[in-house]
C-alpha cells in the first residue's frame, strides 16, 4: 500500500514535466431552442478514453492524442446525444458553435421512478438492476431500465450490488446487502439527472466499480439548469399522485450557486391492493466557486418513505382472488390497515472540495448518513395465525389431507376465505382483551450511523497517458432492535420465544408494554477502507486501459441483549471478521475503421460477503459462518460496435462466474432431521452467468427511427453447495445436531438450476417518432422468457429421501422419482406492449412539457419471479402435497402491474 501511495505522487509529480505536442478541438455548445450555453456537457471521442467538461459559457477544449478521423460525441443532462465526425490535422480545430436538441423523452426517467420503487417483490426489488441505468445512453441498456425493468429483468442477471451508484463520488451502497437504497434520493429526480454512467467494466472517473457498471450523480448546482421547475404526475402504480418544485440559482458573479427542490409523492393504496405510498423529499446544494480551480459544495438530501407492501402468492390464492390480492391488510374503522409497512428515513450530508486545472482534478469529499429503515409485522404468541392465507385456511388443506380429501370442508374453506380475505383487525383486539398480548405489532427497526470520505484524482500525465486514483474510507455503526407498536388493547406482551419457551431478554423485565425494545437487539459495526489505481492509454487506433483495488473489511457483532438459547454467546461483542480482498480488470479497444471497432474488458475480483451472509443469526447470537471466505468473481466481455449513419448497435458476449459465495436464508421446515424454524447456511456455491446482448437502432427518417434489442442468457448454479440447518429450538432430532445446534446436511444437488434472476431471453422492437414542432410518440413491444422461481435448496439434499418417522430412505424415493417431483420449470413466458409519448413548448422563455406512458397495454398477466416453499422437507410429505395437483405448500408468485399509465407535467421558466 505504501508503495502504491510513493507511486501516485511520484507520477503527479513527474506530469509537470512530461510534454508533448497537442491537438485541441475547441468550440461552445448552445441550446437550439433556448439559445442559452450548455454547462458541464461532456465533450469526448468515441471509442477514446480522453473527455472534457463545458464551462459556464459552453464553451470546451479537448486534447487530441493524434491526427485522424473522429466521431465527437457531447452529452448533456436533459439533451440529446449529439454525433459530429470530425477530421483532425496536425493542428487544432475549431468547430464553432454547436447547437444540441433538448431530450423530449426526458421525463421518461420519472417512469423509471416510479417502477423502482414498486414493493412487487418487496426485498427482491432492490435487486432489480433498472434504477442503476437511469443515466445510459446505450439503447440496450435504455430498454433493459424502460421497459424489460417492468418484469424485474436484470442486466445479464445480475444483482444490483454489482454496480455502485456514487454521490459526488462516495458510493453509497449499503453494508447488509451490497446494494444501493434508492429511497435515500427518490422524489428527487430534478437534482439528480447530472449522472455519469460507465457501463460494465468499462473505465470510470471515479470508481474501481463492479461488473454491472458505476453511476455516480453530481449534485453541484451548476451542472443543473437554471431557473425554477413545477411538475405534477398521476399515476397507478406505486403512487397515485406527486407534487415537485425545484430552483436552481446559477452561478452569480460572486461565485455562488444554490439549488433547492421538494417533492410529495402519495397514494391510499397503488396497483396492489393495500398498498399504501406516503413519501416527502427535500434538497438543498450551495457551491462556491473560490476561483477558476477550486470549489466547494455542501449537499443536504432527506427522503422519507413509508409503504404499505404486500405478498407473494400461491397459485391457488391466485385462481381465487386475483393478482392484485394482498393478505397483509384489513380495514378498521372504515380505512385500510397495512400489518407490514416499511419506513425509510435516512438523511445524507455531504461537503466536497473540487480542484480543476488543465492536466489534474481532485475531489476530496466527506458525507454523513443516519436514520431509519424499519419494517413493521405482526406478531402472533399461543393464538391462530392471522394471515388469511394461512395453509390451513385454504381448501387445498381439506382435499390434500394424509386421512383423505374431503370437498365438503374444501368448498366451506373457499367460501370462508372469499367471503373474508383480508385481515380482520376486530378479532385481534378481542383476542387481546384479557390483559395479556396474544397479536403484538412490532418493528423491526435498524438505526444506522455512516460516514465516509473519499479522494478521487484524474491525472494527464501526457496526451496519450492517464491515470486516475481514488481512496475511500466508510464506517458503519447499526443497532438492530424489535420495538413494540401496537398492543392492541393488552396490557402487555409476555417477551418469551413462543417455539423454546425461553427468555429473550434475561436481564429486562419479561413484561413489555408499547414502545419499548423486545425479542432481539444488538450492533452490528462495520468498517472498509479502499484504493484504487487507473491507467489509461491512447493512440489513434486503439485505447487500453488497466485498473487495480485493494479493499479492508471488517466486520463485528455486540449483542445487547442476553437470551436464554445463548447464554453465553449472545451478549457482548463477538470477534472481528475481517477480509483483504483485492482485484484487478483491463480493457483494450480497437478502431478497425471509424464505423466499426471491438472492444475487450477482463477482470478477477476478490470481494468479501456481505453483511447479511456473515452471521449465521445475529439476532441470537454472535456464531460466525464456519470458514467463511473471500467470493471470486471473474469475468470477460467482447463487444463489436457499429457506427453508420443511419445504423448504430452494439452485440455483447459475456461470460461471468461468481465462486466461493456464501447465502444465508430464514424459514420454517419440516424435514427427516426435525420441525422448526431455522437458518439455512450455504457455502462453496457457485453461479455461471454467460450470454449476448445486441441493441440496434435505425434512422429511417429525420423523424422516424427503428430500434431492435435482444438479450439471451444462461444464468445457472455452477456447483453443488454444502447446506447446514442451525436449531435455536426444540422439535430436532438431538443425535444429529452439534452442541452449537447445526446440522451438517451436506451437498445440495443443484449444478445446472436456473437462477431466478428474472427473465433470460428478453427481445424488444420499438417505433419512435419525432415531429419537428417539438411532439413525439413511441412503441414498444417486448417479449420476455425463461424466467425461473428460486429453488429449495433443502429439498436437494439427501435429507429429502429420509422418513423422519423410520429415519430411514423411503422406499420409492428413487432418483427418477425424485427428480421428477423438483423439476424445474418455466414461468410463462409473455408479451408486453408500451406505449410512451410527449410534447413540449417554448414560450417567451417559459418551457412546458408533458409526459404520458401506458405500460402492458393489453393488460397481460404475468408473473415476475417466486420462490419454492421450503416447508416440505422430505420426499413423503412432499408427495402427498402435491397428488391434489393444488398443493397447500406450492411455489409462492409475485405478478407483474397489469395496465398502467403515468403522465407528467412540468413547468419551467
Same mark, same amino acid.
Not at 58 to 64: C, D, I, Q
Not at 878 to 891: C, E, I, M, V
Given at each position: 500500500?505504501?508503495?502504491?501511495?510513493?507511486?501516485?505522487?511520484?507520477?503527479?509529480?513527474?506530469?509537470?514535466?512530461?510534454?508533448?505536442?497537442?491537438?485541441?478541438?475547441?468550440?461552445?455548445?448552445?441550446?437550439?431552442?433556448?439559445?442559452?450555453? %450548455?454547462?458541464?456537457?461532456?465533450?469526448?471521442?468515441? =471509442?477514446?478514453?480522453?473527455?472534457?467538461?463545458?464551462?459556464?459559457?459552453?464553451?470546451?477544449?479537448?486534447?487530441?492524442?493524434?491526427?485522424?478521423?473522429?466521431?465527437?460525441?457531447?452529452?448533456?443532462?436533459?439533451?440529446?446525444?449529439?454525433?459530429?465526425?470530425?477530421?483532425? @490535422?496536425?493542428?487544432?480545430?475549431?468547430?464553432?458553435?454547436?447547437?444540441?436538441?433538448?431530450?423530449?423523452?426526458?421525463?421518461?426517467?420519472?417512469?423509471?421512478?416510479?417502477?423502482?420503487?414498486?414493493?412487487?417483490? #418487496?426485498?427482491?426489488?432492490?435487486?432489480?438492476?433498472?434504477?442503476?441505468?437511469?443515466?445510459?445512453?446505450?439503447?440496450?441498456?435504455?430498454?433493459? *431500465?424502460?421497459?424489460?425493468?417492468?418484469?424485474?429483468f436484470r442486466v445479464r442477471g445480475y444483482d444490483s450490488q454489482n454496480?455502485?451508484?456514487?454521490?459526488?463520488? $462516495? +458510493?453509497?451502497?449499503?453494508?447488509?446487502?451490497?446494494?444501493?437504497? /434508492?429511497?435515500?434520493?427518490?422524489?428527487?429526480?430534478?437534482?439528480?439527472?447530472?449522472?455519469?454512467?460507465?457501463?460494465?467494466?468499462?473505465?470510470?472517473?471515479?470508481?474501481?466499480? =463492479?461488473?454491472?457498471?458505476?453511476?455516480?450523480?453530481?449534485?453541484?448546482?451548476?451542472?443543473?439548469?437554471?431557473?425554477?421547475?413545477?411538475?405534477?404526475?398521476?399515476?397507478?402504480?406505486?403512487?397515485?399522485?406527486?407534487?415537485?418544485?425545484?430552483?436552481?440559482?446559477?452561478?452569480?458573479?460572486?461565485?455562488?450557486?444554490?439549488?433547492?427542490?421538494?417533492?410529495?409523492? /402519495? *397514494?391510499?393504496?397503488?396497483?396492489?391492493?393495500?398498498?399504501?405510498?406516503?413519501?416527502?423529499?427535500?434538497?438543498?446544494?450551495?457551491?462556491?466557486?473560490?476561483?477558476?480551480?477550486?470549489?466547494?459544495?455542501?449537499?443536504?438530501?432527506?427522503?422519507?418513505?413509508?409503504?404499505?407492501?404486500?405478498?407473494? $402468492?400461491?397459485?391457488?390464492?391466485?385462481?381465487?382472488?386475483?393478482?392484485?390480492?394482498?393478505?397483509?391488510?384489513?380495514?378498521?374503522?372504515?380505512?385500510?390497515?397495512?400489518?407490514?409497512?416499511?419506513?425509510?428515513?435516512?438523511? %445524507?450530508?455531504?461537503?466536497?472540495?473540487?480542484?480543476?486545472?488543465?492536466?489534474?482534478?481532485?475531489?476530496?469529499?466527506?458525507?454523513?448518513?443516519?436514520?431509519?429503515?424499519?419494517?413493521?409485522?405482526?406478531?402472533?404468541?399461543?393464538?391462530?395465525?392471522?394471515?388469511?392465507?394461512?395453509?390451513?385456511?385454504?381448501?387445498?388443506?381439506?382435499?390434500?389431507?394424509?386421512?383423505?380429501?374431503?370437498?365438503?370442508?374444501? !368448498?366451506?374453506?373457499?367460501?370462508?376465505?372469499?367471503?373474508?380475505?383480508?385481515?380482520?383487525?376486530?378479532?385481534?383486539?378481542?383476542?387481546?382483551?384479557?390483559?395479556? *398480548?396474544?397479536?403484538?405489532?412490532?418493528?423491526?427497526?435498524?438505526?444506522?450511523?455512516?460516514?465516509?470520505?473519499?479522494?478521487?484524482?484524474?491525472?494527464?500525465?501526457?496526451?496519450?497517458?492517464?491515470?486516475?486514483? =481514488?481512496?475511500?474510507?466508510?464506517?458503519?455503526?447499526?443497532?438492530?432492535?424489535?420495538?413494540?407498536?401496537?398492543?392492541?388493547?393488552?396490557?402487555?406482551?409476555?417477551?418469551?420465544?413462543?417455539?423454546?419457551?425461553?427468555?429473550?431478554?434475561?436481564?429486562?423485565?419479561?413484561?413489555? %408494554?408499547?414502545?419499548?425494545?423486545?425479542?432481539?437487539?444488538?450492533?452490528?459495526?462495520?468498517?472498509?477502507?479502499?484504493?484504487?489505481?487507473?491507467?489509461?492509454?491512447?493512440?489513434?487506433?486503439?485505447?487500453?486501459?488497466? @485498473?487495480?483495488?485493494?479493499?479492508?473489511?471488517?466486520?463485528?457483532?455486540?449483542?445487547?441483549?442476553?437470551?436464554?438459547?445463548?447464554?453465553?454467546?449472545?451478549?457482548?461483542?463477538?470477534?472481528?471478521?475481517?477480509?483483504?480482498?483485492?482485484?484487478?480488470?483491463?480493457?483494450?479497444?480497437?478502431?478497425?475503421?471509424?464505423?466499426?471497432?471491438?472492444?475487450?474488458?477482463?477482470?478477477?475480483?476478490?470481494?468479501?460477503?456481505?453483511?447479511? !451472509?456473515?452471521?449465521?443469526?445475529?439476532?441470537?447470537?454472535?456464531?460466525?459462518?464456519?470458514?467463511?471466505?473471500?467470493?471470486?468473481?471473474?469475468?470477460?466481455?467482447?463487444?463489436?460496435?457499429?457506427?453508420?449513419?443511419?445504423?448504430?448497435?452494439?452485440?455483447?458476449?459475456?461470460?461471468?462466474?461468481?465462486?466461493?459465495?456464501?447465502?444465508?436464508?430464514?424459514?420454517?421446515?419440516?424435514?427427516?432431521?426435525?420441525?422448526?424454524?431455522?437458518?439455512?447456511?450455504?457455502?462453496?456455491?457457485?453461479?455461471?452467468?454467460?450470454?449476448?446482448?445486441?441493441?440496434?437502432?435505425?434512422?429511417?427518417?429525420?423523424?422516424?427511427?427503428?430500434?431492435?434489442?435482444?438479450?439471451?442468457?444462461?444464468?445457472?448454479?455452477?456447483?453443488?453447495?454444502?447446506?447446514?440447518?442451525?436449531?435455536?429450538?426444540?422439535?430436532?432430532?438431538?443425535?444429529?445436531?452439534?452442541?452449537?445446534?447445526?446440522?451438517?446436511?451436506?451437498?445440495? !444437488?443443484?449444478?445446472?438450476?436456473?437462477?431466478?434472476?428474472?427473465?433470460?431471453? *428478453?427481445? +424488444?422492437?420499438?417505433?419512435?417518432?419525432? #415531429?419537428?414542432?417539438? /411532439?413525439?410518440?413511441?412503441?414498444?413491444?417486448?417479449?420476455?422468457?425463461?424466467?425461473?422461481?428460486?429453488?429449495?435448496?433443502?429439498?436437494?439434499?439427501?435429507?429429502?429421501?429420509?422418513?423422519?418417522?423410520?429415519?430411514?430412505?423411503?422406499?420409492? +424415493?428413487?432418483?427418477?422419482?425424485?427428480?421428477?417431483?423438483?423439476?424445474?420449470?418455466?414461468?410463462?413466458?409473455f408479451y408486453l406492449l408500451n406505449l410512451v409519448g410527449g410534447k413540449?413548448?417554448?414560450?417567451?422563455?417559459?418551457?412546458i412539457s408533458v409526459f404520458a406512458s401506458v405500460n402492458n397495454l393489453?393488460?397481460?398477466?404475468?408473473?415476475?419471479?417466486?420462490?419454492?416453499?421450503?416447508?416440505?422437507?422430505?420426499?413423503?410429505?412432499?408427495?402427498?402435497?402435491?397428488?391434489?395437483?393444488?398443493?397447500?405448500?406450492?411455489?409462492?408468485?409475485?405478478?407483474?402491474?397489469?395496465?398502467?399509465?403515468?403522465?407528467?407535467?412540468?413547468?419551467?421558466?
Amino acid at each position: 500500500m505504501r508503495f502504491s501511495l510513493i507511486v501516485i505522487f511520484f507520477l503527479m509529480w513527474q506530469c509537470t514535466v512530461w510534454t508533448q505536442t497537442s491537438r485541441f478541438v475547441l468550440g461552445e455548445i448552445l441550446s437550439l431552442r433556448s439559445k442559452t450555453p %450548455i454547462v458541464n456537457a461532456k465533450i469526448s471521442l468515441e =471509442g477514446l478514453m480522453v473527455s472534457s467538461r463545458s464551462d459556464d459559457n459552453g464553451k470546451f477544449m479537448l486534447s487530441v492524442p493524434d491526427a485522424g478521423e473522429y466521431i465527437l460525441f457531447i452529452e448533456a443532462a436533459e439533451y440529446t446525444v449529439k454525433r459530429l465526425p470530425i477530421s483532425i @490535422a496536425n493542428e487544432s480545430l475549431d468547430l464553432g458553435t454547436l447547437f444540441v436538441e433538448q431530450d423530449l423523452q426526458i421525463e421518461q426517467s420519472d417512469n423509471l421512478i416510479s417502477l423502482s420503487d414498486s414493493e412487487l417483490l #418487496d426485498d427482491e426489488v432492490s435487486s432489480n438492476s433498472s434504477g442503476l441505468l437511469r443515466a445510459t445512453r446505450d439503447l440496450f441498456l435504455n430498454r433493459a *431500465a424502460f421497459d424489460f425493468g417492468q418484469a424485474f429483468f436484470r442486466v445479464r442477471g445480475y444483482d444490483s450490488q454489482n454496480g455502485t451508484v456514487l454521490l459526488n463520488g $462516495i +458510493a453509497m451502497n449499503k453494508f447488509y446487502d451490497g446494494r444501493p437504497q /434508492w429511497n435515500n434520493w427518490g422524489g428527487m429526480n430534478d437534482v439528480t439527472r447530472n449522472q455519469q454512467f460507465t457501463n460494465g467494466l468499462e473505465a470510470s472517473d471515479y470508481t474501481f466499480g =463492479g461488473f454491472l457498471g458505476n453511476t455516480n450523480i453530481d449534485t453541484r448546482p451548476s451542472g443543473l439548469r437554471p431557473g425554477t421547475r413545477l411538475s405534477t404526475s398521476y399515476s397507478n402504480r406505486t403512487y397515485a399522485g406527486r407534487l415537485m418544485a425545484t430552483y436552481t440559482s446559477g452561478m452569480k458573479k460572486n461565485g455562488l450557486a444554490y439549488s433547492v427542490s421538494g417533492s410529495r409523492r /402519495w *397514494a391510499k393504496q397503488g396497483y396492489i391492493d393495500g398498498t399504501l405510498y406516503d413519501a416527502f423529499s427535500l434538497f438543498g446544494a450551495v457551491e462556491y466557486q473560490i476561483n477558476e480551480q477550486h470549489s466547494l459544495n455542501a449537499t443536504a438530501l432527506w427522503a422519507s418513505n413509508r409503504r404499505g407492501r404486500s405478498s407473494a $402468492i400461491t397459485e391457488e390464492v391466485f385462481e381465487l382472488v386475483g393478482k392484485k390480492y394482498n393478505p397483509y391488510w384489513g380495514e378498521q374503522d372504515g380505512k385500510i390497515r397495512n400489518s407490514r409497512e416499511r419506513k425509510i428515513t435516512e438523511p %445524507i450530508f455531504m461537503f466536497n472540495h473540487y480542484f480543476n486545472s488543465e492536466k489534474f482534478s481532485l475531489n476530496t469529499g466527506m458525507a454523513y448518513q443516519f436514520g431509519t429503515n424499519s419494517r413493521s409485522r405482526l406478531g402472533y404468541y399461543n393464538a391462530p395465525n392471522p394471515d388469511p392465507t394461512y395453509y390451513r385456511y385454504l381448501p387445498s388443506f381439506y382435499i390434500n389431507s394424509p386421512v383423505g380429501a374431503n370437498f365438503i370442508s374444501a !368448498n366451506t374453506a373457499k367460501e370462508g376465505f372469499l367471503n373474508s380475505p383480508q385481515m380482520d383487525w376486530s378479532q385481534i383486539y378481542t383476542a387481546n382483551s384479557n390483559g395479556q *398480548a396474544a397479536y403484538v405489532l412490532y418493528d423491526d427497526v435498524a438505526d444506522d450511523t455512516q460516514i465516509g470520505a473519499n479522494m478521487v484524482g484524474n491525472l494527464i500525465l501526457t496526451d496519450r497517458f492517464l491515470m486516475d486514483f =481514488g481512496l475511500t474510507y466508510k464506517n458503519s455503526s447499526s443497532k438492530n432492535y424489535a420495538i413494540i407498536n401496537d398492543l392492541f388493547d393488552a396490557d402487555f406482551h409476555t417477551d418469551i420465544d413462543p417455539f423454546s419457551e425461553t427468555l429473550n431478554d434475561r436481564n429486562g423485565s419479561v413484561e413489555k %408494554i408499547e414502545g419499548e425494545i423486545f425479542n432481539y437487539k444488538y450492533r452490528m459495526g462495520a468498517d472498509q477502507f479502499e484504493s484504487f489505481v487507473q491507467f489509461r492509454y491512447n493512440k489513434e487506433k486503439w485505447s487500453a486501459f488497466i @485498473a487495480g483495488r485493494y479493499m479492508i473489511t471488517n466486520y463485528q457483532r455486540e449483542g445487547l441483549f442476553s437470551n436464554d438459547r445463548y447464554p453465553d454467546n449472545s451478549l457482548g461483542k463477538g470477534g472481528p471478521v475481517g477480509f483483504n480482498t483485492y482485484g484487478i480488470k483491463s480493457g483494450f479497444t480497437y478502431k478497425v475503421t471509424e464505423r466499426h471497432w471491438l472492444s475487450a474488458h477482463g477482470s478477477y475480483m476478490k470481494k468479501p460477503p456481505v453483511l447479511q !451472509n456473515v452471521f449465521i443469526n445475529p439476532r441470537e447470537n454472535n456464531r460466525i459462518v464456519p470458514n467463511i471466505q473471500s467470493e471470486i468473481n471473474s469475468t470477460l466481455d467482447l463487444n463489436y460496435y457499429l457506427r453508420l449513419p443511419k445504423l448504430t448497435g452494439r452485440l455483447t458476449g459475456f461470460y461471468t462466474r461468481f465462486q466461493n459465495t456464501t447465502d444465508v436464508n430464514f424459514f420454517f421446515v419440516d424435514a427427516g432431521v426435525g420441525s422448526d424454524f431455522v437458518q439455512e447456511v450455504l457455502t462453496g456455491l457457485d453461479k455461471l452467468h454467460m450470454g449476448t446482448e445486441l441493441g440496434l437502432e435505425y434512422q429511417l427518417s429525420s423523424a422516424v427511427k427503428l430500434t431492435a434489442v435482444a438479450a439471451v442468457g444462461k444464468y445457472v448454479y455452477a456447483s453443488n453447495p454444502n447446506v447446514a440447518i442451525n436449531f435455536d429450538t426444540a422439535g430436532r432430532e438431538e443425535d444429529l445436531i452439534n452442541l452449537e445446534g447445526t446440522v451438517d446436511l451436506g451437498l445440495a !444437488n443443484i449444478k445446472d438450476y436456473k437462477l431466478a434472476q428474472g427473465p433470460q431471453q *428478453a427481445y +424488444a422492437i420499438g417505433v419512435e417518432y419525432r #415531429d419537428p414542432k417539438y /411532439w413525439w410518440v413511441g412503441a414498444t413491444t417486448n417479449y420476455l422468457a425463461n424466467n425461473y422461481t428460486n429453488i429449495s435448496t433443502i429439498t436437494r439434499t439427501q435429507s429429502f429421501y429420509v422418513d423422519p418417522e423410520t429415519n430411514q430412505p423411503f422406499l420409492d +424415493a428413487t432418483e427418477e422419482n425424485v427428480s421428477q417431483i423438483l423439476n424445474q420449470k418455466p414461468l410463462d413466458n409473455f408479451y408486453l406492449l408500451n406505449l410512451v409519448g410527449g410534447k413540449s413548448w417554448l414560450k417567451k422563455g417559459k418551457y412546458i412539457s408533458v409526459f404520458a406512458s401506458v405500460n402492458n397495454l393489453f393488460d397481460a398477466v404475468y408473473r415476475t419471479g417466486g420462490y419454492e416453499q421450503s416447508r416440505n422437507g422430505n420426499y413423503g410429505q412432499f408427495k402427498q402435497d402435491n397428488l391434489s395437483g393444488t398443493p397447500s405448500f406450492a411455489p409462492k408468485y409475485w405478478y407483474g402491474y397489469g395496465r398502467t399509465y403515468f403522465l407528467n407535467l412540468a413547468y419551467s421558466f
